[in-house]
């Protein structure tokens, strides 16, 4: 039986958990203490690989990047992949403000932050974290650190031999094994997370998922549905939907049960071709979407960011939400390489409000549990948009 359940898919396997540990936790509560043991080692063991990972992974992929030609396109299809990361980020702010979200999280007693109080602080303190001794940010999971650590030396090692690049390469593939091999046991740490909470909070979790679920995917469906929309009509200057609509259909559709941007280059590329997109710009630009363009991250880092703040009681002023915006477009960059997308840089974003590792790794479990609607829906809006406005550009400039 254990051979059969490891040779199902991850999304199967994590949804056995889930109905099995709301099982355990109505049926035998007493229970529950004891898997409380398998959720604490999974959150230990996310909270151990991530700060490497962001490194490892960020510095790689900067040290390796290659635009290629075709310059005249590639460039105003980047900046749509930019503002259209931020304004998914920006939208799902807006969108947490308005529907907050509560996450039922294991707090210390007497737990209170509190948000920086001026521009000058959050300036100050995202300064200080920049400049933190690299060493110092991986061992104390200072993400910020890590992330400008990360992009300064991948930009150095830009000038590197191609062995260095190439051993770079191997590093951070060597780290998304470790990171597979963690994610492949994620369905024994849903298991004792889910009958603990359960067993704790009974109904109140299954409300506290369905509104944060309702949140992430309404964002991203006002971002797939208006904002791009809105951005396609700006530079092709005709009625964008027809477009939008014959991208989510023919690409969005293979990405939500791939669950993968890069397995859908393919789909993509086929689809550019229909579109009359020249295969020299195609065969760049949508790559490189599939490495880089990632509203939906965007979105999920916002989002499950903003619950924890949220939750902690934390005020957020207009300033603040700007920065965490390009901080989690920033971070969005980044999610491709990792085995759990996005939801392993969601600590990235929390380090703004100086929330704890420990808690941000609480957040990233929740978003573990909600994963089996919330990763392929960001999948489909992120590999949709990469063709999308790669044939939005196209047709602008023709």
Same mark, same amino acid.
Request: aromatic share 8%; charged share 10%.
């Given at each position: 039986? *254990?051979?059969?359940?490891?040779?199902?898919?991850?999304?199967?396997?994590?949804?056995?958990?889930?109905?099995?540990?709301?099982?355990?936790?109505?049926?035998?509560?007493?229970?529950?203490?004891?898997?409380?043991?398998?959720?604490?080692?999974?959150?230990?063991?996310?909270?151990?690989?991530?700060?490497?990972?962001?490194?490892?992974?960020?510095?790689?992929?900067?040290?390796?990047?290659?635009?290629?030609?075709?310059?005249?396109?590639?460039?105003?299809?980047?900046?749509?992949?930019?503002?259209?990361?931020?304004?998914?980020?920006?939208?799902?702010?807006?969108?947490?403000?308005?529907?907050?979200?509560?996450?039922?999280?294991?707090?210390?007693?007497?737990?209170?932050?509190?948000?920086?109080?001026?521009?000058?602080?959050?300036?100050?303190?995202?300064?200080?974290?920049?400049?933190?001794?690299?060493?110092?940010?991986?061992?104390?999971?200072?993400?910020?650190?890590?992330?400008?650590?990360?992009?300064?030396?991948?930009?150095?090692?830009?000038?590197?031999?191609?062995?260095?690049?190439? *051993?770079?390469?191997?590093?951070?593939?060597?780290?998304?094994?470790?990171?597979?091999?963690?994610?492949?046991?994620?369905?024994?740490?849903?298991?004792?997370?889910?009958?603990?909470?359960?067993?704790?909070?009974?109904?109140?979790?299954?409300?506290?998922?369905?509104?944060?679920?309702?949140?992430?995917?309404?964002?991203?469906?006002?971002?797939?549905?208006?904002?791009?929309?809105?951005?396609?009509?700006?530079?092709?200057?005709?009625?964008?939907?027809?477009?939008?609509?014959?991208?989510?259909?023919?690409?969005?559709?293979?990405?939500?049960?791939?669950?993968?941007?890069?397995?859908?280059?393919?789909?993509?590329?086929?689809?550019?071709?229909?579109?009359?997109?020249?295969?020299?710009?195609?065969?760049?630009?949508?790559?490189?979407?599939?490495?880089?363009?990632?509203?939906?991250?965007?979105?999920?880092?916002?989002?499950?960011?903003?619950?924890?703040?949220?939750?902690?009681?934390?005020?957020?002023? *207009?300033?603040?939400?700007?920065?965490?915006?390009?901080?989690?477009?920033?971070?969005?960059?980044?999610?491709?390489?990792?085995?759990?997308?996005?939801?392993?840089?969601?600590?990235?974003?929390?380090?703004?409000?100086?929330?704890?590792?420990?808690?941000?790794?609480?957040?990233?479990?929740?978003?573990?549990?909600?994963?089996?609607?919330?990763?392929?829906?960001?999948?489909?809006?992120?590999?949709?948009?990469?063709?999308? *406005?790669?044939?939005?550009?196209?047709?602008?400039?023709?």
């Amino acid at each position: 039986m *254990f051979s059969a359940f490891m040779r199902l898919s991850l999304v199967q396997r994590i949804i056995i958990a889930i109905i099995l540990g709301i099982f355990v936790a109505i049926v035998f509560p007493s229970a529950t203490p004891y898997l409380s043991l398998l959720g604490e080692l999974f959150i230990k063991a996310l909270k151990s690989v991530a700060p490497i990972l962001v490194f490892v992974l960020v510095l790689s992929s900067i040290a390796n990047f290659k635009i290629g030609g075709n310059n005249a396109y590639v460039k105003p299809i980047m900046v749509m992949y930019g503002l259209g990361m931020f304004l998914a980020a920006l939208s799902a702010v807006i969108a947490s403000k308005i529907f907050p979200s509560t996450l039922l999280l294991d707090l210390p007693a007497n737990t209170t932050l509190l948000a920086p109080d001026s521009l000058a602080q959050i300036l100050k303190n995202l300064v200080l974290s920049f400049v933190s001794n690299p060493i110092s940010a991986i061992s104390e999971a200072n993400f910020i650190g890590i992330l400008a650590w990360s992009v300064a030396l991948g930009l150095a090692f830009r000038h590197s031999s191609e062995t260095t690049k190439l *051993f770079l390469t191997d590093a951070a593939e060597a780290v998304n094994k470790v990171i597979r091999l963690v994610i492949s046991f994620a369905p024994f740490g849903i298991f004792g997370l889910v009958a603990v909470t359960f067993a704790d909070s009974g109904m109140q979790t299954l409300v506290s998922y369905g509104h944060l679920l309702a949140v992430l995917l309404g964002s991203m469906a006002f971002v797939a549905l208006v904002i791009n929309p809105v951005m396609v009509a700006v530079v092709t200057r005709s009625n964008p939907y027809p477009l939008v609509f014959q991208c989510l259909r023919e690409s969005g559709i293979t990405a939500f049960f791939t669950r993968s941007s890069a397995a859908n280059i393919p789909v993509n590329l086929d689809l550019a071709k229909r579109l009359g997109i020249p295969e020299s710009t195609a065969s760049v630009a949508i790559p490189l979407g599939a490495a880089i363009n990632m509203a939906g991250a965007s979105v999920t880092i916002t989002v499950l960011s903003l619950a924890a703040v949220h939750t902690l009681g934390i005020p957020v002023d *207009f300033t603040t939400m700007l920065i965490l915006s390009v901080v989690a477009t920033i971070s969005a960059c980044g999610a491709s390489g990792v085995a759990g997308g996005s939801l392993l840089l969601i600590p990235v974003a929390c380090g703004l409000f100086g929330i704890s590792t420990d808690v941000a790794m609480q957040v990233v479990a929740i978003g573990m549990v909600i994963s089996v609607l919330q990763d392929s829906t960001e999948t489909a809006l992120n590999s949709s948009t990469d063709v999308l *406005f790669t044939a939005a550009v196209d047709r602008g400039l023709k």
